[in-house]
């Protein structure tokens, strides 16, 4: 079991770009969930998929922020226009249907410039 | 808001001592993990408890669903040890959970 795969594992981005990060959850865990790390506000919840479905999105950023999970192998956080305050840790996290114990993958080091 | 407070916030340690660290929780959480973030950033789970108590080697984790906190208690601790702890409590009604600010471990030869 490889464990929640996230790609790629650092991004930098120019002001005003895109950028689409990856993660793979576990195999068969129905649950994704996405977070955000940084050194002012630590470790905050921003969406979460059940069976793809999404289930809370309220750490969203209303604007500019999205995500998506098309199938049960991947979810995407996108982000439009990227600004130097996203810069930060984004960490996707899976659990199972039977247990909600959540498992981490290593997390996308985005930096905007 | 802080609805995971964790203390202390840093602790060093010789090695073979003992330590406990805490979590007070204003949410009526239902469930809590407790990851270790090793200095490569990777959070490594400990424990995932309901309310009682687990124990794994040389860690001991409790949790008290009705005072609404949970501690992790290190017994020898090692080199390896050193880290960030966090605690993330589950609410009622969802899956999502909430962090506390952590508590920065160094265990010291």
């Known amino acids: 079991n490889a464990g929640v795969i996230q790609t790629p594992r650092h991004k930098v981005t120019g002001k005003g770009q895109e950028a689409t990060l990856w993660c793979e959850p576990i195999?068969?865990?129905?649950?994704v969930f996405w977070y955000r790390q940084t050194i002012v506000q630590g470790l905050e919840f921003l969406t979460y998929f059940r069976n793809q479905a999404p289930i809370d999105d309220s750490g969203m950023p209303k604007e500019r922020f999205s995500a998506q999970m098309p199938n049960q192998s991947h979810s995407t956080l996108k982000i439009q226009s990227t600004q130097p305050q996203d810069s930060a840790v984004y960490l996707c996290?899976?659990?199972?249907?039977?247990?909600?114990?959540?498992?981490f993958g290593p997390g996308t080091r985005l930096t905007v410039l | 808001g802080d609805k995971v407070k964790q203390s202390p916030s840093a602790l060093s340690l010789q090695e073979g001592t003992n330590s406990a660290l805490r979590c007070n929780f204003s949410?009526?959480?239902?469930?809590v993990q407790w990851f270790l973030q090793n200095p490569r950033g990777s959070l490594i789970n400990l424990f995932y408890?309901?309310?009682g108590t687990k124990e794994n080697g040389r860690l001991k984790s409790a949790f008290d669903s009705k005072e609404s906190y949970s501690t992790l208690h290190i017994r020898d601790a090692q080199l390896e040890d050193s880290g960030t702890y966090f605690c993330a409590a589950e609410g009622p009604n969802t899956n999502k959970v909430v962090f506390g600010t952590g508590t920065r471990l160094q265990v010291l030869p």
């Open positions: 195999s068969g865990h129905s649950a």
């Open positions: 408890l309901v309310p």
């Open positions: 996290a899976s659990s199972s249907d039977r247990v909600a114990e959540q498992f």
């Open positions: 949410i009526a959480a239902t469930t």
